[in-house]
T-cell receptor
Framework: KAGVTQTPRYLIKTRGQQVTLSCSPI?????VSWYQQTPGQGLQFLFE???????NKGNFPGRFSGRQFSNSRSEMNVSTLELGDSALYLC?????????????FGPGTRLTVL | AQSVAQPEDQVNVAEGNPLTVKCTYS??????LFWYVQYPNRGLQFLLK??????LVKGSYGFEAEFNKSQTSFHLKKPSALVSDSALYFC????????????FGTGTQLKVEL
């Protein structure tokens, strides 16, 4: 099975712009979560989607939004970019079998805001 | 709210020696604990998880972890370290409210030297 894929892998934007990141989960996985990784704050949960519905949201401003499509692919959008939004954005997918299943992470999108 | 702590920013060990990366957790209910590893410019790779059952959990690449309820710890171990084990290791706990939100520790940089 192919792993979680994220596009693009690298992005450079300027302050005030907006950006959209894409994530394709492992085939058959319906849950997608997004995390932000920065040297200062570490790994922080952004949001989780399951069957096109946002199921959980982290403590981020409304500039951060996401959605999930019927094929489970997910996008996240950041509007009015700030310098502090520079980070590695990680997407993870999880299967929906019984028990507590681990999440599988993609390689991330490295966003640089200038 | 749940949390995990990784008290060591960096652990140095000689190749062939046993390694331990420490993690302690705080949850009010049953802990669902995970270890992930991150290599430079890569996403997170799942190593192992503790849900219930045996206190010694075996995972990928020869890693194991010992769950200790009385000490609220979940330390990652490997009997014989390899230079290729050098990476950033994260302990995580799943959100008690359900869903897939993970709360991560700050990470421990493992350096294995010849």
């Amino acid at each position: 099975k192919a792993g979680v894929t994220q596009t693009p892998r690298y992005l450079i934007k300027t302050r005030g712009q907006q950006v959209t990141l894409s994530c394709s989960p492992i085939s058959g996985h319906r849950s997608v979560s997004w995390y932000q990784q920065t040297p200062g704050q570490g790994l922080q949960f952004l949001f989780e989607y399951f069957s096109e519905t946002q199921r959980n949201k982290g403590n981020f401003p409304g500039r951060f939004s996401g959605r999930q499509f019927s094929n489970s692919r997910s996008e996240m959008n950041v509007s009015t970019l700030e310098l502090g939004d520079s980070a590695l954005y990680l997407c993870a997918s999880r299967g929906t079998g019984t028990g507590i299943n681990e999440q599988f992470f993609g390689p991330g999108t490295r966003l640089t805001v200038l | 709210a749940q949390s995990v702590a990784q008290p060591e920013d960096q652990v140095n060990v000689a190749e062939g020696n046993p390694l331990t990366v420490k993690c302690t957790y705080s949850v009010s209910g049953n802990p669902y604990l995970f270890w992930y590893v991150q290599y430079p410019n890569r996403g997170l790779q799942f190593l192992l998880k503790y849900i219930t059952g045996d206190n010694l959990v075996k995972g990928s690449y020869g890693f194991e972890a010992e769950f200790n309820k009385s000490q609220t710890s979940f330390h990652l171990k490997k009997p014989s370290a390899l230079v290729s084990d050098s990476a950033l290791y994260f302990c995580a706990v799943r959100d008690e409210g359900g869903g897939n939100k993970l709360t991560f520790g700050t990470g421990t940089q493992l350096k294995v030297e010849l």
